[in-house]
Structures are given as structure tokens and as C-alpha cells.
């Protein structure tokens, strides 16, 4: 049976949910932390790949977690509910650091929530993805599917990129009325602000949860640890898939990390806040329609490789016009469209594509290996996802620190000095372009789940199902 409408607008503000809480989380710990609570940029940057590298043993354990549930509501739900709830709670305390801690105590305080912050995410964005190949059974309603929840998933990312500097002053204006410092304000402004997201969140997978079932799955042994590592190295076009999400989500993390310095520091001006929402404004809007409009429009015209291949170009033709533009007299955030529209569009597209290749491994394996573990290969996607941010909040860390920009949210781009904007403009485009070509060129080398294959693959499956 077809998936109903009810089910596919509740999953997809279940993705909606749970975007917005990981973008906030990736696009701004770094500078909420470091440039307002005053965290040295590099040790921020160690606590993030640390919690990273402590994803690589809880994510996989938890996709075991997943696969051995079996309860009267599903394997998924009680992860997906439960694992929101709690990382609601830690969003907010992440943002919402104690005035009274300074030093080595803000440190202890960032290091335990972001860890905190990870495992509780971790709980619910497996099962989430899992629920995929779980509730469909391939071919393009799958298709459909993933494109409905990264598509979603995209106008998370982009409301949180949108409204996120320009609701944070306000809020905190609003609940501080007699504060000056705009350090002060961002700080009460990110803490309620959080307050808001992780209630909607907790509010758009409630609903998900209430509306989604398992329609479709295969009910085999749950892996032990040592079955599901196996399976992974066995599976080589989920590891294809992974490497390549990590290349590609890094070099996009680095941009997003590093874009609200650019404006700060060297775009510059008392008013560099409204160019970033402006730019921002844009950049979310392009992401939400290059899903929802553009991707199903060039699908008519290619098969679901080209336009992948197309995008890969697309994103490394704006990062390399905006590394022109910033090395011109421009004054005018509107030129920065331009290579915004290449990068953004792109990313939108790769985010949609690389959800279908791995939900399509599933059957692959399946086939390959006698078993279908959901929950494993897409706990490799929730791990290479973090692990990226990680990566690339340490690169950019290493870029404000060895280029000496100011912690100091009221400086300005004449206090910035020219080798450090320089330095900031090289590590935002450059380091992008070069991930994102090795992430192509890997890619092209070792992936074979052709459409054509694709559906070979489905029809075996039946067959054997049925023999």
C-alpha cells in the first residue's frame, strides 16, 4: 500500500524538527562558545573532533541498539521519541552556559553538553533514517521519500540559517532590556532561542511518531557488534557512500562554520549582521527550492549520477567565483549571490542524492550478505555527519586561531589584519574545492548502484522473498 499523504507531511516535519536542531548546533557552537563566551577557538575545536571520535564507537552501537528493539510500537518509534526528548533538554543547556563559569569550569561545561548532545542525537536520528527502507519498498516511492525528508530537512537547515542572527538580539533584547553589550545580548539571545527550537522539535517528531508505521521489513537476527562491523566492511557501497558523505559534508561545514567570520571580520561594517541574515535569507531559500523544485526538474532530464556529478561542479564553480569576488573592491552583499546561488543549490541536491545511495545499499547488502540492517548503515550516516562537523569545526578553529581573528564580538574589519582576512578567505574556499573534488573523483571510482542496477537488484530480492 501506498504511503498517504498524513504520512509523508509527518515525516517530513520530523525531518524539518530535526534539522533545525542539528544545524544549530553545527553552524554556531563554535562562535557561541568561542566568540561570546570567550573558549579558546582551538580548544573548542579539540572538543568537537573529541566528541566525534567517541560518535565512532556509540553511533554503531546504537544502530545495534535499534536493530535488536522489538516493542508493540516498532524497533524505531521508542528510540525516535525518547532520544528527542533528551536531546531537547541538551540543546538548551548546551546554550544556555551558567554566567558564573569562566576557564577551565565553561570548558568542562562545553565539552560534557556537546558529548551529551551527541549520544541523544544519535538516539533519534538513527531510528529516523532507519524508518526509510523500513516503510517503503524501493524504487521511486523510496526515491520519493528521501527526497520529501532531505527536502525537509533543508528547510530546517535553512530556517535555522535564516532566522538564527536574526532572532538571537532580538530575543535577547527582549528578555534583557538593560543590557548594552551585544556579547551579553547574543547570550540570553542563543539560550532562548534554543528554548524555541527544542520545542518545536520535540513537537514536529511527536507528530511523526504518531503517524508513521512499519509497513515494510525483514525480520532477521539483530548483529552483535562484531557481525555489524563485518557487515559494513562487507558492504562496499554503503562504505563508498559514507567516505563520500564525510568529503562532502566536511568541506560544506567549513563554509558554514566560517561564513558568519567573513561577514564579521572581513566584509565587515557596524552593519555586518543584517548583510549575514541577508545572505543567509538567500542562500536557505535557494537550498529549500534546489530540493523541492530543481532537483525533481533536472531528474527528468538526467539520471540520479549526472546530476550528482553536475552538483559536485556546480558547488566548486561558486567556491572558486567566491574566492574572485572577496579579492575585488565589492561592496554589495548582492554580489555575493552569485557564487552563493552555485554552493547553496548544490548542497540542497548532494543532501537529497546521497540519502537515496544509501538507502538503496540497504537492498545491496541485503542481497550480498543474507541480511538487512537499516539501522547499521544508517547509524554510518548520523556517525559521518558529525564526524564532518567535528573535522571541519576544528579546521575552522585552526583558521581563527593561527590567523589571530578577535573573540571580540564588537570588533570590526579594520581591526582585522589583511594576512588574517586573507587566510580566512583561502581556508573557506580552497580547502571546499579540493574535498569536494577527491569526493567526486572517489565517487566515480568505486560506486556501481546504477539505476539500472537498482532495480535489478529490487526484482532479486522479490524473488527470493517469494521463493
Not at 554556531?28 to 573558549?39: A, E, K, N, S
Not at 563559569?101 to 542525537?121: E, N
Request: aromatic share 14%.
Amino acid at each position: 500500500m501506498k504511503l498517504s499523504g498524513k504520512e509523508k507531511v509527518s515525516y517530513g516535519l520530523g525531518a524539518v524538527g530535526k534539522d533545525m536542531v542539528y544545524m544549530l548546533s553545527a553552524s554556531y557552537i563554535l562562535y557561541y562558545y568561542q566568540d561570546i563566551l570567550g573558549v579558546k577557538a582551538y580548544i573548542m575545536g579539540i572538543i568537537l573532533l573529541a566528541a566525534r571520535v567517541f560518535d565512532a564507537f556509540n553511533d554503531p552501537i546504537m544502530g545495534v541498539l535499534v536493530a535488536k528493539t522489538k516493542t508493540r510500537w516498532g524497533k524505531f518509534r521508542p528510540w525516535l521519541f525518547v532520544g528527542t526528548i533528551l536531546n531537547a533538554v541538551v540543546l538548551y543547556f548546551m546554550f544556555a552556559a551558567p554566567p558564573t563559569l569562566d576557564g577551565a569550569g565553561m570548558v568542562a561545561y562545553a565539552a560534557i553538553f556537546y558529548v551529551l548532545w551527541g549520544v541523544t542525537y544519535t538516539m533519534m536520528d538513527i531510528p529516523y533514517w532507519s524508518m526509510i527502507p523500513a516503510f517503503t519498498e524501493g524504487g521511486k516511492e523510496r526515491e520519493g521519500l528521501s527526497t520529501l525528508a532531505r527536502s525537509c530537512a533543508g528547510v530546517g537547515s535553512a530556517l535555522i540559517t535564516i532566522l538564527t542572527m536574526k532572532c538571537v538580539p532580538m530575543l535577547g533584547k527582549i528578555g534583557h532590556s538593560e543590557l548594552t553589550s551585544a556579547t551579553e545580548i547574543e547570550r540570553y539571545g542563543f539560550q532562548y532561542f534554543s528554548l524555541i527550537i527544542a520545542v518545536l522539535f520535540v513537537v514536529f517528531i511527536g507528530i511523526c511518531c504518531w503517524n508513521i508505521k512499519e509497513k515494510s521489513t525483514v525480520n532477521v537476527e539483530a548483529p552483535s557488534v562484531g557481525q555489524m562491523f563485518r557487515t559494513l566492511l562487507q558492504n562496499d557501497q554503503a562504505m563508498t557512500v559514507v567516505i563520500t558523505i564525510v568529503l562532502i559534508n566536511c568541506s560544506i561545514y567549513i563554509t558554514s562554520n566560517l561564513v558568519i567570520y567573513f561577514f564579521k571580520y572581513d566584509f565587515g561594517g557596524a552593519n555586518w549582521n543584517d548583510s549575514y541574515v541577508l545572505f543567509n535569507t538567500f542562500g536557505g531559500a535557494v537550498q529549500i527550492l534546489s530540493m523541492m523544485i530543481l532537483y525533481p526538474l533536472v531528474r527528468k532530464v538526467w539520471n540520479t549520477e549526472k546530476v550528482f556529478y553536475l552538483s559536485f561542479i556546480s558547488a566548486m564553480a561558486g567556491y572558486a567565483s567566491l574566492l574572485v569576488l572577496t579579492f575585488t573592491n565589492m561592496s554589495s552583499v548582492f554580489l555575493l549571490f552569485i557564487p552563493g546561488f552555485f554552493i547553496f543549490a548544490a548542497n540542497g541536491i548532494l543532501s537529497v542524492l546521497t540519502t537515496v545511495f544509501l538507502a538503496n545499499t540497504v537492498d545491496y547488502g541485503e542481497l550480498k550478505n543474507n541480511r538487512r540492517d537499516e539501522s547499521v548503515i544508517f547509524s554510518m550516516q548520523t556517525f559521518v555527519v558529525k564526524l564532518a562537523s567535528g573535522v571541519a569545526a576544528l579546521i575552522a578553529s585552526v583558521c581563527l586561531s593561527v590567523f589571530n581573528l578577535s573573540d571580540d564580538t564588537e570588533a570590526v574589519v579594520e581591526n582585522v589584519a589583511s594576512s588574517s582576512v586573507v587566510g580566512l578567505r583561502m581556508t573557506m574556499t580552497i580547502i571546499p574545492i579540493i574535498g569536494l573534488l577527491i569526493a567526486a573523483v572517489y565517487f566515480k571510482k568505486k560506486f556501481m548502484l546504477t539505476e539500472k542496477k537498482v532495480e535489478e537488484i529490487s526484482v532479486q530480492l522479490k524473488e527470493r522473498r517469494n521463493a
